[in-house]
């Protein structure tokens, strides 16, 4: 587990070097097991920037909600639980409030398909999940839901969530979702784009099957 920590530590320092995260915000998770063999995932600890921050200060959580660890986990840990309980085949959770996602989810609204790079996602637009206090409940409930057949969704005045089969697939996403809401609202500026019909993600999403870092292989 502690080349687990060691991982999850490097992908947050890298959100912060790519601009992604800024001093306490956002938060990662992986599932693993504790030396017990239980089940359960590490979690990056509430009210820690980065740079502070050190292994030993990754918090490791049940999927009771119960964490193990000298710090208190990040105060998301409901939305990182739910996810990794809902889909079986994601093993790692990023939020992030980066710039162009958080910008792009004050307007509540879905981003079409007005590039083809939005199939990375795993279909025809990136949902925006309504509003909800941070660290509640419903928000978890909403992500859940925003995130059916997705690997990333919005937060309505809020952020991003993306989520992977590995940490580095989930970076991946992020970083490449956090670009397209920057195409997208530059695109807006200047009229509403085109966007491609069902048929054409439909083609997209089988070439991604075979395709590079998105490939499902």
Same mark, same amino acid.
Request: negative net charge.
């Given at each position: 587990?502690?080349?687990?920590?060691?991982?999850?530590?490097?992908?947050?320092?890298?959100?912060?070097?790519?601009?992604?995260?800024?001093?306490?915000?956002?938060?990662?998770?992986?599932?693993?097991?504790?030396?017990?063999?239980?089940?359960?995932?590490?979690?990056?600890?509430?009210?820690?920037?980065?740079?502070?921050?050190?292994?030993?200060?990754?918090?490791?959580?049940?999927?009771?909600?119960?964490?193990?660890?000298?710090?208190?986990?990040?105060?998301?840990?409901?939305?990182?639980?739910?996810?990794?309980?809902?889909?079986?085949?994601?093993?790692?959770?990023?939020?992030?409030?980066?710039?162009?996602?958080?910008? !792009?989810?004050?307007?509540?609204?879905?981003?079409? &398909?007005? =590039?083809? @790079? #939005? +199939?990375?996602?795993?279909?025809?637009?990136?949902?925006?999940?309504?509003?909800?206090?941070?660290?509640?409940?419903?928000?978890?409930?909403?992500?859940?839901?925003? !995130?059916?057949?997705?690997?990333?969704?919005?937060? &309505?005045? =809020?952020? @991003? #969530? +993306?989520?992977?089969?590995?940490?580095?697939?989930?970076?991946?996403?992020?970083?490449?979702?956090?670009?397209?809401?920057?195409?997208?609202?530059?695109?807006?500026?200047?009229?509403?784009?085109?966007?491609?019909?069902?048929?054409?993600?439909?083609?997209?999403?089988?070439?991604?099957?075979?395709?590079?870092?998105?490939?499902?292989?």
């Amino acid at each position: 587990m502690q080349d687990q920590r060691e991982q999850l530590l490097y992908i947050s320092q890298q959100l912060v070097s790519f601009g992604l995260n800024r001093g306490t915000s956002g938060n990662v998770s992986v599932r693993t097991h504790n030396e017990a063999g239980q089940s359960g995932f590490l979690i990056t600890p509430s009210g820690l920037p980065v740079d502070k921050m050190s292994p030993a200060d990754i918090v490791w959580m049940d999927f009771a909600g119960h964490p193990t660890g000298s710090r208190q986990p990040s105060s998301e840990w409901r939305f990182h639980l739910d996810i990794l309980k809902h889909k079986p085949d994601v093993n790692a959770v990023i939020h992030t409030h980066s710039m162009f996602a958080s910008t !792009l989810s004050t307007f509540r609204r879905d981003m079409p &398909a007005f =590039h083809y @790079m #939005i +199939a990375l996602a795993g279909g025809d637009s990136i949902r925006c999940a309504p509003y909800a206090l941070f660290g509640s409940q419903q928000l978890s409930d909403y992500a859940v839901l925003a !995130l059916q057949d997705r690997k990333a969704c919005l937060l &309505a005045n =809020h952020g @991003m #969530i +993306a989520v992977g089969e590995t940490l580095e697939k989930a970076f991946n996403i992020t970083v490449e979702v956090e670009t397209l809401c920057e195409q997208y609202l530059r695109a807006l500026q200047v009229a509403e784009p085109y966007i491609l019909t069902e048929q054409e993600m439909l083609e997209v999403q089988e070439k991604f099957k075979s395709y590079g870092a998105w490939s499902e292989k």
